[in-house]
Structures are given as C-alpha cells and as structure tokens.
C-alpha cells in the first residue's frame, strides 16, 4: 500500500507569503495528524482530523495556521501570513483507529520562511 | 502536563557495538504508552519499539530493546550489533492510553542523532 505522502518536500517563502501543505494519508486512514518539528526542538501536535472533522487542534499555534481535510481524505495546511517562527519540518501521520492502531508517518515538509 | 526529554542531542556509536539513547518522561498518570521513533535522513519516520506502562516486562524487537523503570520515569533504548541503517534521528514518545477517546497525540521527545561509524 501507498504509505503517507506530503506535498511539498521543501519549500522555501518569504516573510509575508501564503504556503499551503498537503497530506495524502494512506487510503482508509479516517484519522489524520499534522505535527511540526522546529528546529532543534521537539516535535509538536497540531492538530487531529477524523474524517472530514477536526477532533482536536488545540496545538495550532495562532490563526495564521487553517487545516481542512475535505471530502475526509487528503488534507491541506496553510500558513497565512508566514512568519519567520513558523520555519521547520510539517509532519503528517495517519491511522487506521484512533488509538490502538499504528501511526504511519509522511516524510515531512521542510518549511523555510526567510 | 506530560513531557518528555531526550538529554543526548547526538550520539556516535562504532558499527557491530552497542548504544544506548536515553529518554526520561515526567507524567501523573499510572497508565500511558511510551515509543522510540527512528527518522532517517529524508526518510518517513517509522515505529522502532512501543511499551505499556503497566507492563513490567521489556519490550524487545530484534536488535532494539528497551529499559523501562517506571519509577524513575526511564525509558531507555538500547541497539545492539549497531548496523549502518540504524544512522538516524531517534525521536522518544509519550502517549496517553486510550481511555475517553483519546487520540494518537503523541508528545515527542528533541531527538538524539545517533551516527554508526564504519
């Protein structure tokens, strides 16, 4: 099976710009992750999607930051207006249930905000 | 709130020897589940090892055992026979149990690079 897959693998904005992040989890994965890792820190939970709904996004840093998951299958995340403390690396995990089952990572979308 | 901390930023271990990465987690709770993730470069992050807390025995998968001493809030990873694939990002987790709904939010640990030299 097509593990988890995140657009774009880096991506390099200026201060002031808009990016958007996609997530693809693996299909039949109601349950999708985003989490940042920024520099040389430790990796952060942002936000919890099952299906199309969010379940838990108490780790969205402000409201620069909007995820939405349409339609339940992939997922977007977009920075508006980047700042340059949003710079690291976007993870991106699904599983299958929410607890129990296995957390199947994507490779991470390095973000640079310059 | 829980958190977790990983005091070894890097570590370098000879290929064919062992390491061992360190990881201590502060938490009130009695029942949680603790996890080693290894990140190669540019590479998904995979499950290394997994461990409930109220189970007293070490979990081990091949090379990669574990040294959990709940008391003292450790959870240690140890790799024997060190193979240049295990060259990675080592990240140590934290998640609740499952009671009431609760998700996989996983609370990650800073990392520890671990280099295997030829």
């Known amino acids: 099976e097509a593990g988890v897959t995140q657009f774009p693998s880096h991506s390099v904005i200026e201060k002031g710009q808009t990016v958007t992040l996609r997530c693809d989890p693996i299909?039949?994965?109601?349950?999708l992750y985003w989490y940042r890792r920024v520099m040389g820190k430790e990796i952060k939970f942002l936000l919890h999607?099952?299906?199309?709904?969010?379940?838990?996004e108490s780790g969205m840093p402000n409201n620069r930051f909007l995820a939405e998951r349409t339609g339940g299958t992939y997922s977007t995340l977009k920075v508006q207006p980047a700042e340059l403390e949003d710079s690291g690396v976007y993870f991106c995990?699904?599983?299958?249930?929410?607890?129990?089952?296995?957390?199947?990572f994507g490779n991470g979308t390095r973000l640079t905000v310059t | 709130a829980q958190t977790v901390t990983q005091s070894q930023p890097e570590m370098s271990v000879q290929e064919a020897e062992t390491v061992t990465l360190s990881c201590t987690y502060d938490t009130s709770e009695s029942d949680y589940y603790l996890f080693w993730y290894k990140q190669p470069p540019s590479r998904q992050m995979i499950l290394v090892i997994r461990q409930e807390a109220y189970k007293q025995q070490n979990a081990t998968e091949n090379r990669f055992s574990v040294n959990f001493q709940k008391a003292a809030k450790s959870f240690s990873l140890k790799i024997s026979d060190s193979q240049l694939g295990d060259a990675a990002m080592y990240f140590c987790?934290?998640?609740?149990?499952?009671?009431?709904?609760?998700?996989?939010?996983?609370?990650f640990g800073t990392g520890t690079l671990l280099a295997v030299q030829p």
């Open positions: 299909s039949g994965h109601d349950n």
């Open positions: 999607f099952v299906k199309e709904s969010k379940q838990d």
């Open positions: 987790a934290y998640r609740r149990t499952n009671y009431g709904g609760a998700t996989n939010k996983l609370i």
């Open positions: 995990a699904s599983s299958q249930y929410k607890g129990t089952s296995p957390l199947h």
